[in-house]
């Protein structure tokens, strides 16, 4: 990491000071609340038990009044606790992944697909991979887009965008990590956001005519003759009371089966719900600058009313109705007013209303995750760029690095693809062929995501990537090393048939003989050149170099050297021209006694 200074101990440490403080009051008003617990029933007990003053009523109904005035105290206490607890553990585990002691977050593995064009050969999925280091997510539909973004090419208005909005986003801290925060605590995960969309996408009748007017009529009749037989007492008024006491509770019963229907799940994703809310309205009333960030705002208006207030709408509702699974106080509400009847017309309502934008609000914080993601990784790494966008085929880098090692390992290179935009790469094993192909495909799957990119300047021309560098035999296609990299080759040729895209190859045909071999590799490097990619392909067969002088207007030869030094291999993975001299594979076995 490039990003050395103290400044995720100093939020650490700030954060733990606020901890302990609020744990302090957390654990006074506990106290307070017990006390007042206790003393709520030495005066009932004093009042009522020994036919005391009424001043012990008096006591006791203070006692009661305060003790819930400090229980919603206590529940927006621990609210906050939790959340600067989580903040304090955000910047421990950044400190503890710029100082490369652990990659403490998910590392998207299940995202990964074996046979996509790119995304498994350059390492973007699973452990210590890119979207391992970049995530910075945690709501299902944030871990989605961030693996979508780098998985597929953005347009190039929409990368100059995401670049705008990225850079915006990596200068305000305090703003990032209160919405990571949040999401975090919302405990959200794919089958509670998939339970929401299925509940969203199914069609709720309305409520009959028939049944809200009879929920009016038979609750106001039952308060009326609740109040009328406090009020007078006789038995007439208790059988009018209990006569429409069981009407309502029939009507409850005539509604469950839809009130069930429209709950399904919902204990589980209530939580999930409020935190939406609370993500929206942290993303609604802050004042951005770039384009991409206000547009996101705007599909968050709907009818004059943000996002967030429908969406917490919908939670209230939500917990109005979770009071059903308590069979007697089930019975009782409904008994007396049709408590979760009314309340399920509302929530029909708001469904018949909203819910077709539900997912579309939930994509927009999935895309302010992806954003928060990246512009971490450009906080984290002051010293990388903002690509330039061009669409003239050219892609040029200065000091190009591999994202993924540290700074004390790694080695940046110059490479340009204007003119010759074809490179044969040669060198001897371990001398950084492959690093050096990864470091290229894995900063152009960043360039493509409007992230910033390990090297010091950059101008690209957005492209399609295809690799071919990790393949291996499948025994579940009953499918053989060769015919595997036959396929993926197959596919890269397809892919550049009609546009142009962006070839790694790495040592292809390995699956066959050294002749064979040599004469494929040629003939595939003249295959898609005709095509007009732009890319490279490393090879150890020193012939296949021969074919630059054949098409020295779109081929060039680059290598990696070792040297021998105090019989010792000697490493500098810088790039240069030509081809490749020096061998390192006999005197390595020689060294190890193999040979």
């Given at each position: 990491?490039?990003?050395?200074?103290?400044?995720?101990?100093?939020?650490?440490?700030?954060?733990?000071?606020?901890?302990?403080?609020?744990?302090?009051?957390?654990?006074?008003?506990?106290?307070?609340?017990?006390?007042?617990?206790?003393?709520?029933?030495?005066?009932?007990?004093?009042?009522?038990?020994?036919?005391?003053?009424?001043?012990?009523?008096?006591?006791?109904?203070?006692?009661?009044?305060?003790?819930?005035?400090?229980?919603?105290?206590?529940?927006?206490?621990?609210?906050?606790?939790?959340?600067?607890?989580?903040?304090?553990?955000?910047?421990?585990?950044?400190?503890?992944?710029?100082?490369?002691?652990?990659?403490?977050?998910?590392?998207?593995?299940?995202?990964s697909?074996?046979?996509?064009?790119?995304?498994?050969?350059?390492?973007?999925?699973?452990?210590n991979?890119l979207?391992?280091?970049?995530?910075?997510?945690?709501?299902?539909?944030?871990?989605?887009?961030?693996?979508?973004?780098?998985?597929?090419?953005?347009?190039?208005?929409?990368?100059?965008?995401?670049?705008?909005?990225?850079?915006?986003?990596?200068?305000?801290?305090?703003?990032?990590?209160?919405?990571?925060?949040?999401?975090?605590?919302?405990?959200?995960?794919?089958?509670?956001?998939?339970?929401?969309?299925?509940?969203?996408?199914?069609?709720?009748?309305?409520?009959?005519?028939?049944?809200?007017?009879?929920?009016?009529?038979?609750?106001?009749?039952?308060?009326?003759?609740?109040?009328?037989?406090?009020?007078?007492?006789?038995?007439?008024?208790?059988?009018?009371?209990?006569?429409?006491?069981?009407?309502?509770?029939?009507?409850?019963?005539?509604?469950?089966?839809?009130?069930?229907?429209?709950?399904?799940?919902?204990?589980?994703?209530?939580?999930?719900?409020?935190?939406?809310?609370?993500?929206?309205?942290?993303?609604?009333?802050?004042?951005?600058?770039?384009?991409?960030?206000?547009?996101?705002?705007?599909?968050?208006?709907?009818?004059?009313?943000?996002?967030?207030?429908?969406?917490?709408?919908?939670?209230?509702?939500?917990?109005?109705m979770?009071?059903?699974?308590?069979?007697?106080?089930?019975?009782?509400?409904?008994?007396?007013?049709?408590?979760?009847?009314?309340?399920?017309?509302?929530?029909?309502?708001?469904k018949?209303?909203?819910?077709?934008?539900?997912?579309?609000?939930?994509?927009?914080?999935?895309?302010?995750?992806?954003?928060?993601?990246?512009?971490n990784?450009?906080?984290?790494?002051?010293d990388?760029?903002?690509?330039?966008?061009?669409?003239?085929?050219?892609?040029?880098?200065?000091?190009?690095?591999?994202?993924?090692?540290?700074?004390?390992?790694?080695?940046?290179?110059?490479?340009?693809?204007?003119n010759?935009?074809?490179?044969?790469?040669?060198?001897?094993?371990?001398?950084?062929?492959s690093t050096?192909?990864?470091?290229?495909?894995?900063?152009?799957?960043?360039?493509?995501?409007?992230?910033?990119?390990?090297?010091?300047?950059?101008?690209?021309?957005?492209?399609?990537?295809y690799?071919?560098?990790?393949?291996?035999?499948?025994?579940?296609?009953?499918?053989?090393?060769f015919?595997?990299?036959?396929?993926?080759?197959?596919?890269?040729?397809?892919?550049?048939?009609?546009?142009?895209?962006?070839?790694?190859?790495?040592?292809?045909?390995?699956?066959?003989?050294?002749?064979?071999?040599?004469?494929?590799?040629?003939?595939?490097?003249?295959?898609?050149?005709?095509?007009?990619?732009?890319?490279?392909?490393?090879?150890?067969?020193?012939?296949?170099?021969?074919?630059?002088?054949?098409?020295?207007?779109?081929?060039?030869?680059?290598?990696?050297?070792?040297?021998?030094?105090?019989?010792?291999?000697?490493?500098?993975?810088?790039?240069?021209?030509?081809?490749?001299?020096?061998?390192?594979?006999?005197?390595?076995?020689?060294?190890?006694?193999i040979?």
């Amino acid at each position: 990491m490039a990003i050395q200074n103290p400044i995720y101990k100093e939020r650490f440490d700030q954060f733990m000071v606020q901890y302990q403080d609020q744990k302090k009051r957390y654990l006074i008003i506990s106290g307070a609340r017990f006390i007042l617990v206790i003393l709520f029933l030495i005066s009932i007990y004093y009042r009522f038990g020994n036919q005391g003053s009424d001043y012990w009523l008096l006591i006791a109904a203070g006692s009661a009044i305060t003790f819930f005035l400090l229980l919603s105290k206590h529940m927006k206490l621990a609210q906050k606790t939790r959340l600067t607890k989580v903040l304090a553990d955000i910047n421990q585990n950044e400190k503890d992944y710029v100082e490369n002691i652990s990659i403490p977050f998910d590392n998207g593995v299940r995202h990964s697909q074996s046979k996509h064009a790119y995304t498994h050969d350059l390492d973007v999925f699973g452990e210590n991979s890119l979207f391992h280091r970049l995530n910075r997510t945690a709501t299902h539909i944030g871990s989605y887009k961030l693996a979508h973004h780098l998985s597929n090419r953005l347009s190039n208005d929409a990368i100059l965008k995401q670049q705008e909005a990225i850079n915006e986003v990596s200068n305000n801290i305090d703003w990032r990590q209160k919405f990571l925060a949040i999401a975090i605590t919302g405990e959200d995960n794919k089958k509670t956001y998939d339970t929401l969309i299925d509940w969203a996408n199914t069609n709720a009748k309305p409520q009959t005519i028939i049944v809200t007017i009879l929920s009016y009529v038979f609750t106001i009749a039952a308060i009326l003759a609740l109040v009328t037989y406090a009020w007078m007492g006789t038995e007439i008024t208790r059988i009018i009371f209990s006569v429409l006491f069981l009407i309502n509770v029939g009507i409850l019963g005539q509604q469950y089966k839809f009130i069930k229907k429209e709950i399904l799940g919902e204990s589980k994703i209530n939580k999930p719900i409020q935190k939406y809310s609370l993500l929206m309205a942290l993303f609604e009333e802050q004042s951005f600058q770039s384009e991409k960030l206000q547009q996101l705002q705007k599909r968050l208006l709907s009818e004059q009313k943000t996002a967030s207030l429908h969406i917490h709408n919908l939670s209230k509702l939500f917990q109005q109705m979770d009071s059903i699974h308590n069979p007697m106080g089930a019975i009782i509400f409904n008994g007396i007013c049709l408590y979760h009847v009314h309340t399920l017309r509302k929530l029909k309502t708001w469904k018949a209303a909203n819910a077709s934008k539900i997912q579309d609000w939930l994509e927009v914080i999935g895309e302010i995750e992806s954003i928060n993601s990246m512009a971490n990784f450009a906080f984290n790494n002051p010293d990388y760029t903002y690509p330039k966008i061009n669409s003239q085929e050219k892609i040029t880098f200065n000091d190009l690095g591999h994202p993924m090692l540290t700074d004390q390992v790694r080695i940046c290179n110059d490479v340009r693809f204007e003119n010759q935009k074809f490179i044969i790469l040669t060198g001897s094993n371990m001398s950084g062929k492959s690093t050096f192909l990864r470091s290229l495909g894995i900063n152009m799957v960043l360039a493509n995501a409007g992230s910033p990119i390990c090297a010091t300047d950059a101008n690209v021309h957005p492209l399609d990537i295809y690799v071919s560098m990790r393949l291996s035999d499948s025994l579940t296609d009953n499918e053989s090393y060769f015919f595997a990299e036959v396929k993926r080759l197959k596919e890269v040729m397809d892919a550049a048939e009609n546009n142009l895209t962006f070839i790694l190859l790495d040592e292809i045909l390995r699956g066959t003989n050294s002749d064979d071999k040599r004469e494929g590799t040629i003939e595939v490097i003249k295959k898609l050149i005709s095509k007009n990619v732009i890319g490279a392909i490393a090879t150890h067969d020193l012939k296949v170099c021969e074919t630059t002088s054949e098409f020295p207007s779109k081929l060039s030869n680059k290598n990696f050297e070792v040297e021998i030094v105090d019989e010792e291999l000697v490493f500098d993975y810088k790039l240069r021209d030509g081809i490749c001299k020096n061998k390192s594979a006999t005197y390595i076995m020689k060294k190890m006694e193999i040979i």
